[in-house]
């Protein structure tokens, strides 16, 4: 590797070591059961039969933007339970609509705490749903994450109509 060049993050021992760990994993079991038990029933009904979907991402920023008024208001101590739910929610419907995988961000200087995401083979950015959160509860448009999830899913067809390509091609 070139003198000054990082290696992609996904080729460091930190990140590797991430994935598998114990705590990530059972944030991961412990969303999922969530969302038919919990997510749909209790926190947000309004979800109930569009799990997954485009249209449930757009319900679900219509709920964020009425109950929060920022990032920070979501995944405070008293919403941080329905907050990693909403996290859950928004990644796992991008995670299935474009051939990705659930991955853990590393700890580091400017986030002291692991980021869950969403790894899609056919780019080397991550899908991150507390950014995208964010960038709704800033914009307070109503559309920002539908708007990200329909670019995601143009530029996924177009990678499967080239071929699957290896994302560093």
Do not use: C
Not at 4 to 9: E, N, S, T, V
Not at 85 to 92: L, N, P, T
Not at 123 to 140: E, G, K, N, V
């Amino acid at each position: 590797m070139a003198a000054g060049k990082q290696a992609p993050i996904r080729d460091t021992p930190e990140y590797q070591a991430i994935q598998h760990d114990e705590r990530f994993q059972s944030w991961l079991r412990m969303q999922e059961a969530a969302m038919d038990i919990e997510f749909t029933h209790y926190d947000v009904p309004e979800l109930n039969g569009h799990l997954y979907t485009r249209e449930g991402l757009a319900i679900a920023e219509h709920q964020l933007l009425q109950r929060y008024t920022n990032l920070r208001d979501l995944l405070s101590a008293d919403n941080l339970k329905i907050g990693m739910r909403f996290v859950y929610f928004i990644g796992e419907t991008f995670r299935r609509a474009v051939d990705g995988t659930w991955g853990a961000l590393p700890p580091n200087s400017e986030r002291p705490t692991p980021r869950s995401v969403i790894d899609s083979p056919m780019w080397t950015a991550f899908h991150d749903p507390q950014h995208m959160i964010s960038l709704a509860l800033s914009r307070r448009t109503a559309k920002e994450i539908t708007t990200i999830y329909d670019r995601a899913i143009k530029r996924h067809q177009k990678w499967i109509d080239a071929g699957r390509p290896a994302r560093d091609t």
